[in-house]
């Protein structure tokens, strides 16, 4: 089951939880658009995707947007969100990744 988040309470939360929450709200958009897409290769767990961003200091972020983006690209039926979540991601604004992926999982979830 897919849940619909408020992307403004999760900006604020994991802000005020010293990117805690980010975490937890990384790990399920991960698994909420793996679920989206069972046919896409791209289904590492987002504990997973976290233990690998972890332990690359941040460089598998990289491929992550990448493949969160071609998943925001499969799911709208086109775009170039792929270079979008890389260039994002680069300049560190990875939680504006999570804000558009989050936005396209909404569109999927259920109440």
């Known amino acids: 089951m897919i849940k619909k988040r408020n992307i403004v309470l999760a900006v604020v939360l994991s802000i005020i939880t010293c990117g805690l929450y980010g975490i ?12 989206l897409t069972p ?5 590492t767990s987002g504990g ?15 491929y992550w947007a990448y493949r969160m983006g071609a998943k925001v690209d499969k799911l709208k039926n086109g775009g170039s969100h792929t270079i979008l979540f890389i260039v994002l991601q680069i300049f560190g604004l990875g939680i504006v990744n999570y804000c558009i992926l989050q936005d396209t999982v909404n569109d999927y979830a259920e109440n």
Do not use: P, Q
């Open 24 to 35: 937890y709200w990384f790990i399920c958009l991960n698994n909420d658009a793996n679920a």
């Open 39 to 43: 046919d896409d290769s791209y289904t």
């Open 48 to 62: 997973m995707a976290f233990l690998f961003t972890l332990i690359t200091c941040g460089i598998y972020s990289w």
